[in-house]
């Protein structure tokens, strides 16, 4: 089991940019694929970006790709999403996820969830 716990929201002007951090407790953090996801207001939650275990593999949505970077640092047991560019359609809470099994773009291919930390671009 993993805990998560995500930081580094905030309200930013459009073109910006932020870090995300989402920390994991536990010595299985590199055991985890890891995902980030976002939900605006009145709408469902979205696949972001997702990285495999060892860093090795990443994919993005395409609403995102080339202004979003996921990576992870095993040694420190978090997750991160740098977003650059960012637009007021990127507002959102953004969660990230864990799973042992699975790799996918959905959400529900994830077991573990944190509380979620809120963006917020304004124009």
């Known amino acids: 089991q993993v805990q998560l716990v995500e930081s580094g929201g905030g309200l930013v002007q459009a073109g910006d940019s932020l870090r995300l951090s989402c920390a994991a407790s536990?010595?299985?953090?590199?055991?985890?694929?890891m995902g980030w996801f976002r939900q605006a207001p009145g709408k469902e939650r979205e696949f972001v970006a997702r990285i495999s275990w060892s860093g090795s593999s990443t994919s993005y949505a395409d609403s995102v790709k080339g202004r979003f970077t996921i990576s992870r640092d095993n040694a420190k047991n978090t997750l991160y999403l740098q977003m650059n560019s960012l637009k007021p359609e990127d507002t959102a809470v953004y969660s990230c996820g864990a799973t042992k099994l699975r790799y996918g773009t959905n959400w529900l291919d994830y077991d573990y969830w944190g509380q979620g930390t809120e963006v917020t671009v304004s124009s």
């Open positions: 536990g010595r299985t953090f590199s055991s985890y694929n």
